[in-house]
């Protein structure tokens, strides 16, 4: 109902407008094998997505424009019995006001911002897998609005509906519960890339009635590039209140080896603040990556993260071959908390 309720306020725009448009389609065959010891199973995935751009207003440097992006997946898993499933549903469905200062999105989105690639105290809003260079991620339906400056900074706001807390009750009262909100503010220091976030929403338990996030990430590039992300969750409401921090600092560097060597580590720590103070101290994970271009179409990477509380290892190793219009994965795992390992190849195309 949510989705057909987008689509409607989407497609309402379009009268009246001369318009261009561009579609494109992405297809994804996913195949994996994964081995543990107390299963082992075969996965087929086919996944399908038509993305439809539409150009309905140009004036100069303003123009108004819409994307619309559906998700057809089919899936046939073997394990201890055979499971198939095919779903259609809405990937990206959004329309876009802007010209050189300002940006306006309201629609279904994708919201991701901070500096750190892997282990990520800012992924508030998606879920962006580090180790897949085609990595899905869930939208959010948000109002989100930009503002540009000269001096490359920026400021950002958006509203958020609620996924989760979606119901049929469209009431006024209702709805406004569904809503969440916040902001950042992204500033050059020095040379530095820096950036402050909040985000408030409401909770619905009898511990804590509201949740307000605080982020802060800097990178800065020297010798090494280097920078910092830490989020700062605060739970509070009916007379309890808690607090929990994260912080993850990283670092890379490419080696002039061959056709260049790029090698980068993250540091993940946490604390309970009312047990481990304000600051973070406690080791929680640990992640190193390494990529190497074997040539223009060939390219090799791996990734090892190490967790501290439960001293395991996660391994990841990948090839990629690209051509005109097929990109190719051979992709292995170790995973250490269920101790299972996996193959998988991946093709997709895009025309």
Same mark, same amino acid.
């Given at each position: ?46 996944? $399908? ?41 809405? !990937? ?21 911002f901070g500096q750190a690639l892997i282990l990520r105290p800012l992924q508030w809003f998606d879920n962006i897998d580090p180790r897949k260079e085609n990595s899905?991620?869930?939208?959010? $339906?948000?109002?989100?609005?930009? /503002? ?9 706001? *958006? ?25 950042? *503010? ?20 009898s511990v804590y009635s509201n949740e307000t996030k605080l982020g802060f990430d800097v990178r800065k590039e020297m010798v090494l590039g280097f920078w910092a ?18 912080l993850t600092a990283g670092a890379d560097y490419t080696i002039s080896l061959g056709n260049g060597i790029y090698l980068l580590t993250e540091n993940l720590f ?20 390494? /990529? ?13 993260? !190490?967790? *501290? ?11 990629? /071959?690209? !051509? ?28």
């Open positions: 109902m949510k989705n057909f309720i987008f689509i409607l306020i989407i497609l309402s725009t379009l009268k009246g407008y001369s318009m261009s448009w561009d579609l494109t389609h992405k297809m994804t065959n996913n195949n994996s094998y994964t081995y543990s010891e107390s299963n082992d199973d075969f996965a087929f995935e086919l996944n $399908y997505q038509p993305d439809l751009s539409l150009y309905l207003w140009t004036k100069e440097s303003n123009k108004i424009d819409l994307q619309l992006v559906l998700q057809q997946q089919n899936s046939l898993v073997y394990a201890d019995e055979k499971k198939g499933k095919i779903e259609l549903a809405l !990937y990206r469905s959004l329309v876009r006001y802007s010209d050189i200062n300002y940006e306006y999105r309201v629609g279904l989105q994708q919201l991701n899905e991620s869930d939208g959010v $339906y948000a109002l989100l609005a930009k /503002r540009y400056f000269l001096n490359n900074s920026n400021v950002w706001g *958006w509203i958020i509906l609620d996924d989760e807390e979606l119901s049929d009750d469209y009431s006024i009262k209702n709805f406004g519960k569904q809503l969440e909100y916040g902001g950042r *503010w992204q500033y050059p220091i020095k040379g530095s890339e820096t950036a402050i976030s909040i985000h408030h929403k409401r909770l619905d338990n992300e830490t989020s700062l969750s605060l739970y509070h409401g009916n007379h309890k209140s808690d607090y929990a921090s994260l946490m604390s309970d603040i009312k047990d481990n103070g304000y600051l973070p101290g406690k080791a929680k994970s640990t992640a190193f990556q390494l /990529r190497y271009p074997i040539s223009l179409f060939d390219s090799v990477q791996s990734l090892v993260a !190490y967790d *501290w509380s439960s001293e395991k290892y996660d391994i990841f190793l990948s090839y990629i /071959r690209s !051509y005109d219009h097929l990109t190719c994965y051979l992709n292995l795992y170790q995973n250490g908390q269920d101790d299972s390992k996996a193959i998988e190849l991946v093709l997709e195309t895009k025309f």
